[in-house]
């Protein structure tokens, strides 16, 4: 079945333009996660969404960053006033919590690049 | 919070020897540790997981060892080939909920 898939694959913004990030999940998976990734760096966390539950939004950078996830499935992720330091890889997501463990799914990521 | 390190940050192998990569853990109540691997351009995609009522976990060249009491897991692979290279990370949490913590990843090279 299909995998994770986000857009645009890669941005190229100018400082102080807003952009938004997408991305769709597997269907059926409750959770789902975003991640930033700069060059060469691990997994930086930002935003968990589980279910109807409030997301966690405690690796969210600065009141630039927000995410929305409509309907349980699509979610989007939203950089006002993007900075240079904004610029990596944003990645995404899913899982289905079956109480034994919580894969995650990863979508192949949308390269930010703000100059 | 949980905090995960992972040694080493980069390793180098020869085609064929075996290569290993430690993570250690800090919060006793994770009970779940995949590891992911990442090629370049592409997301992580789990290889093995391992969840904390077992020791040890095989899958054909790769095995991953759990000492819960120590707080410290790791990731063996036997017969190293150039296409294992890659970045690897491994991750700790709680196995029916909440975010993983990654560790900063280990860039594996196999030499031809």
């Known amino acids: 079945g299909a995998g994770v898939s986000q857009s645009p694959s890669n941005k190229v913004t100018e400082k102080g333009k807003d952009v938004e990030l997408r991305c769709d999940p597997i269907?059926?998976?409750?959770?789902l996660y975003w991640y930033r990734q700069s060059l060469g760096q691990g997994l930086e966390f930002l935003i968990y969404f589980q279910g109807n539950s409030a997301p966690d939004k405690s690796g969210l950078p600065s009141d630039r960053f927000s995410a929305e996830r409509t309907g349980g499935s699509v979610s989007t992720l939203t950089i006002q006033r993007t900075q240079q330091e904004d610029s990596a890889v944003y990645l995404c997501?899913?899982?289905?919590?079956?109480?034994?463990?919580?894969?995650?799914?990863f979508g192949p990521g949308t390269r930010l690049t703000v100059t | 919070g949980e905090n995960v390190e992972q040694h080493p940050s980069t390793l180098s192998v020869q085609e064929g020897d075996s290569a290993v990569i430690k993570c250690t853990y800090s919060d006793s109540a994770s009970n779940y540790f995949p590891w992911y691997k990442q090629e370049l351009g592409k997301g992580p995609q789990l290889i093995i997981d391992?969840?904390?009522?077992?020791g040890e976990k095989k899958d054909q060249r790769i095995a991953v060892t759990l000492n819960k009491t120590a707080k410290h897991f790791s990731l063996h692979i036997t017969e190293t080939q150039p296409e294992d290279s890659a970045v690897y990370f491994c991750a700790a949490s709680l196995a029916n909920a909440g975010k993983s913590t990654f560790g900063d990843g280990t860039t594996l090279t196999v030499k031809p």
């Open positions: 391992i969840r904390s009522n077992v």
């Open positions: 997501a899913s899982s289905i919590h079956t109480g034994t463990g919580n894969e995650q799914y």
């Open positions: 269907s059926g998976h409750t959770a």
